[in-house]
């Protein structure tokens, strides 16, 4: 992991650019000497690290007392899209426009993504637990697609907080059923894009015991702020 650059902002919170490899990364961490647990930290559906509402949960809890860190998957932010890649999401807008179903196009790359991204945010792990200042245990927040696999097949993360906006393929609604991990699951009522029932219904397979749902009045980017809030809560109970 090499940092490439590196600043001090109004709320004490150290924020550094980073490259693994072809991963460029971003990492938050509290003003306090003491190594802080790790929350990783993904858009939905593989948004660039530097958008502004993941910047801004990210600042939230690192000022709580958090490491988090991000990155950008496969095919987004700055890294270069494959055709395949342009293709679906031309074909995605075109759809969209004409009213027709979508499903099968975001099937065709949200899945690959998943697997493409998911190694990557394991080797990114690897990385951040090595740093003095990163003490773990370890959480995750952000996309769900992404968070269900992780949640599945890395046993270092001991929290989750799912965004219900974005697509999740066929095979992580399957795996859902195996994610035993305390979770938070965060719903907009009038996600324009996103039937609500299925996220109700996803929300009925995971298989932890220790789920709960927040549902709020709003479309997909209404997130009420309170909820980051509550999430930094959710997170103490289980990290801290």
Request: glycine residues 10%.
């Amino acid at each position: 992991m090499q940092f490439t650059s590196e600043q001090r902002l109004d709320d004490g919170v150290l924020e550094r650019e980073f490259t693994l490899g072809e991963i460029p990364g971003t990492l938050w961490t509290p003003e306090s000497a003491a190594p802080a647990p790790l929350i990783l930290m993904a858009h939905n559906n593989g948004l660039p690290k530097g958008e502004a509402r993941l910047v801004a949960r990210a600042r939230q809890s690192a000022a709580y007392g958090y490491a988090v860190a991000t990155i950008d998957a496969p095919g987004c932010g700055d890294r270069p899209r494959s055709a395949v890649d342009e293709q679906a999401r031309a074909d995605l807008r075109r759809a969209m426009q004409a009213g027709e179903p979508v499903d099968e196009i975001f099937e065709s790359f949200i899945g690959p993504l998943v697997e493409m991204a998911v190694p990557e945010w394991r080797t990114t792990l690897d990385a951040l637990l090595s740093l003095p200042e990163i003490g773990g245990p370890v959480g995750y927040s952000g996309w769900t697609a992404v968070g269900i696999r992780l949640a599945v097949v890395e046993p270092r993360i001991a929290a989750a907080g799912f965004f219900a906006g974005g697509y999740v393929p066929r095979a992580q609604r399957e795996e859902a059923r195996q994610v035993t991990i305390p979770l938070l699951f965060l719903l907009q009522w009038d996600d324009e894009g996103n039937p609500r029932q299925r996220s109700l219904d996803l929300f009925d397979v995971f298989g932890t015991k220790e789920k709960t749902l927040h549902a709020n009045t709003g479309g997909h980017t209404g997130t009420p702020w309170f909820e980051v809030e509550d999430g930094d809560r959710f997170f103490g109970r289980h990290l801290k």
